[in-house]
């Protein structure tokens, strides 16, 4: 099998890390690396902030609500949408920029998305295991202060790196590509279609643990009363929108 595709086919988030450290030289490489991402424009919208040093690691982490991939990762990286650096620009070279508008944020956003997902897939091909901390958007006004982002500049994903501690750890199960393949149009599933493509979701032993746990009568109650209850995501959304206006991104009448 091409290692490429095995590479694929087995990746698996990485939670926990051995106390071992990144050389400067080959994190700098995944990152250079990694700027041979698509991008907008080749405009390249995008900045990342390594944080390695110990302090400042444990004041990062503390906004990430201190998860253990967050508390025991050698680096954290974040990445930040930025159209701050090519408004200089053009600012510099007598061009008019318009980017401080909510269309260009979407703009930087893709872009720094897809850059952060190439830096997971060189990173783990070089043995390094990796993990989304998706606290990134409940603490984005935190992390920006921390970071000192200046105005169009917004934090949208967060990536900790280290030694995996275990290589055997068990992968996350998926949907079936049936579930997430629209043929043309899109297809519309009954609700039977849409409970058998969930089936093996609601199987996973994991999941099943996690209902108990939170004593729910299904994984989709832990989902919608527990991890993502819609009043949480009222607030992170009252409070992201806030800083894309503090940042320059959202003009308000």
């Known amino acids: 099998m091409n ?3 095995e590479y694929f086919n087995n990746r698996k988030t ?8 990144i050389s400067d030289e080959l994190l700098d490489s995944i990152l250079e690396r990694a700027m041979r991402a698509p991008t907008c424009g080749n405009m390249q919208l995008y900045s990342v902030i390594v944080t390695r040093d110990t302090e400042n690691l444990k004041k990062l982490a503390q906004e990430h609500f201190n998860q253990p991939a967050s508390t025991g990762a050698d680096v954290i990286l974040t990445i930040c949408a930025d159209f701050n650096r090519f408004t200089q620009w053009c600012e510099a070279s007598g061009a008019k920029p318009g980017y401080n508008n909510f269309h260009s944020f979407m703009m930087a956003l893709t872009d720094a998305v897809i850059y952060a997902q190439q830096i997971v897939t060189i990173a783990e ?14 603490n984005a006004k935190q992390i920006s202060d921390l970071l000192e982002l200046p105005d169009l500049v917004v934090p949208v994903a967060s990536l900790s790196l280290g030694y995996p501690t275990n290589t055997d750890e ?4 998926r949907l079936p590509l049936e579930a997430i393949k629209h043929d043309e149009t899109y297809r519309h599933d009954s609700k039977e279609d849409i409970m058998t493509l969930f089936k093996a979701k609601d199987d996973f032993e994991v999941n099943k643990q996690f209902v108990e746990e939170n004593k729910k009568d299904s994984l989709a109650q832990v989902f919608t009363d527990i991890r993502y209850p819609e ?4 607030e992170v959304s009252k409070s992201f929108l806030s800083l894309l206006k503090e940042k320059g991104f959202i003009q308000m009448p």
Do not use: I, W
Request: charged share 25%; glycine share 10%; hydrophobic share 20%.
């Open 3 to 5: 290692p490429d595709k």
């Open 14 to 21: 990485v939670r926990n890390y051995r106390k071992c450290h």
């Open 125 to 138: 091909m070089e043995g390094l295991g990796t993990c989304y901390l998706g606290t990134v958007n409940y």
């Open 170 to 173: 068990e992968q996350c199960e």
């Open 231 to 234: 009043s949480v995501n009222l």
